[in-house]
């Protein structure tokens, strides 16, 4: 009979290790890619956000002039914050005010 050698298991696990830094490596290279493309759409929506942020306060600010029209007894305004409130809109007056430092 012949007798057996122990087997070498260093090949199997160095090949092992391999592929495990080349996976790591290509996924590490697959996130930056993603994280570069995030940053490149976060960048061009930069402009759209600030203007409609813009325009949030504009119309704050326009809401908040109504209502005060509407307190002070303008029929037209009361109209205005009538039909708003039917649709569950509520406007605060103070809200305005209270942004500006």
Known sequence: MTE??????????????????????FQASQLYGERAQLAGLRSTQ??????????????DSLAAGTQKLASAGNKNAQAVV???????ITINPDAEAKKKP
């Open 4 to 25: 057996q050698k122990p087997a070498n298991l260093f090949v199997p696990v160095l090949l092992i290790a391999l592929a495990l830094v080349v996976w790591f490596g």
């Open 82 to 88: 009538n039909a708003l409130n039917q649709r569950g």
């Open 46 to 59: 930069e402009a759209t956000y600030q203007n409609a942020q813009k325009m949030r306060a504009q119309l």
